[in-house]
């Protein structure tokens, strides 16, 4: 017991010296000084925000038109468009989120099911995945989802025919490996 005591006592003794060797104040003179001086020197004002206006509102009315980034349809007269003439869509609904993107940058990731109810997943092209279903529109030619399977999901497009009328135009998107 004696040599558990003497180590118990060696352990003491040295921590002791180790605390006494960090209580050395003279080492942090100027620190301490420069500390106080900084907490005695008079405390600055923050100006307040400046206040703009408020910005005004634009309605982008281009959206129906073609994108400058896809290739434009050259129509001569001669061909036949295929689809059926439809009425013209109606430009003043509220768009939905996907409708202001592209269709090619739009891609199927997945399906989610419940019941007789069905979902899709797609993902915008800027890493955010939205969930759609029939009824919902994508792409910026009016693509209203008709119908969504494990595989794919069917859309049918309002377009411009090239004469001044619009015609339907069917379109599949499906899904990724």
């Avoid at 061909?79 to 768009?95: F, I, L, N, W, Y």
């Avoid at 109810?117 to 529109?137: E, I, S, T």
């Amino acid at each position: 017991m004696s040599q558990g005591f003497a180590a118990t006592a060696l352990v003491a003794l040295v921590f002791l010296v180790t605390l006494a060797g960090c209580s050395n104040d003279r080492q942090h003179g100027d620190l301490d000084k420069k500390m106080s001086d900084a907490r005695t020197r008079p405390q600055g004002v923050i100006e307040p925000l400046p206040e703009y206006p408020a910005a005004e509102r634009f309605n982008y009315s281009a959206l129906a038109l073609r994108s400058p980034f896809e290739a434009p349809v050259v129509i001569t007269g001669d061909e036949k468009v295929s689809g059926r003439a439809v009425s013209a869509p109606d430009q003043s609904r509220t768009k939905e989120p996907l409708e202001l993107i592209s269709y090619t940058s739009l891609s199927m990731v997945g399906i989610l099911a419940k019941g007789n109810q069905m979902w899709a997943l797609v993902d915008d092209g800027g890493g955010k995945v939205h969930r759609v279903r029939g009824g919902n529109y994508i792409g910026r030619n009016f693509g209203l989802i008709t119908n969504i399977n494990r595989r794919e999901i069917e859309i049918m497009e309002t377009v411009p025919d090239g004469k001044g009328g619009w015609i339907n135009r069917p379109r599949t998107m499906a899904m990724e490996e």
